[in-house]
Nanobody
Framework: QVQLVESGGGLVQAGDSLRLSCAASGRTFGSYAMGWFHQAPGKEREFVAAINRSGGNTYYTGTVKGRFTISRDNAKNTVYLQMNSLKPEDTAVYYC???????????????WGQGIQVIVSS
C-alpha cells in the first residue's frame, strides 16, 4: 500500500511557475513508476508526465513538453512537477499516481493522491 499526498498548488498568474510535490509513504517508493495527471472541470483525467523508477526516463504530454519537468528523489520518497510558463488552460486539479507500469494511461497506476488545485489566471 502506498499513500500519496500532493502539495504546492495554488493560484498564480499566466507566465508564473509552480512546483508540485508528492510525498509517498512506505519504503517501496523506488519500486514504483510515478505519474502526474490533471483534471479540469467537466473533463476527464488526462496524463501530464511520468517518470520511471530510477528517474532516468521521463515522458510528457505534448501540451506541457518544454514547460513542465517531472523529477523524483527516491531518498525522500517524493516526486516533483516543476511547472513553468503556466497558461490558463493548465488550470485543473493535479493528481500524482504510483504504479508498477510506466506510461500515460491512468490504468497503469495503482495508487492515487487526493489531488491539489492549480489555478492560472490570465
Amino acid at each position: 500500500q502506498v499513500q500519496l499526498v500532493e502539495s504546492g498548488g495554488g493560484l498564480v498568474q499566466a507566465g508564473d511557475s509552480l512546483r508540485l510535490s508528492c510525498a509517498a509513504s512506505g519504503r517501496t517508493f523506488g519500486s514504483y513508476a510515478m505519474g502526474w495527471f490533471h483534471q479540469a472541470p467537466g473533463k476527464e483525467r488526462e496524463f501530464v508526465a511520468a517518470i520511471n523508477r530510477s528517474g532516468g526516463n521521463t515522458y510528457y504530454t505534448g501540451t506541457v513538453k518544454g514547460r513542465f519537468t517531472i523529477s523524483r528523489d527516491n531518498a525522500k520518497n517524493t516526486v516533483y512537477l516543476q511547472m513553468n510558463s503556466l497558461k490558463p488552460e493548465d488550470t485543473a486539479v493535479y493528481y500524482c499516481a504510483a504504479g508498477r507500469s510506466y506510461g500515460g494511461s491512468p490504468g497503469a497506476y495503482d495508487y492515487w493522491g487526493q489531488g491539489i488545485q492549480v489555478i492560472v489566471s490570465s
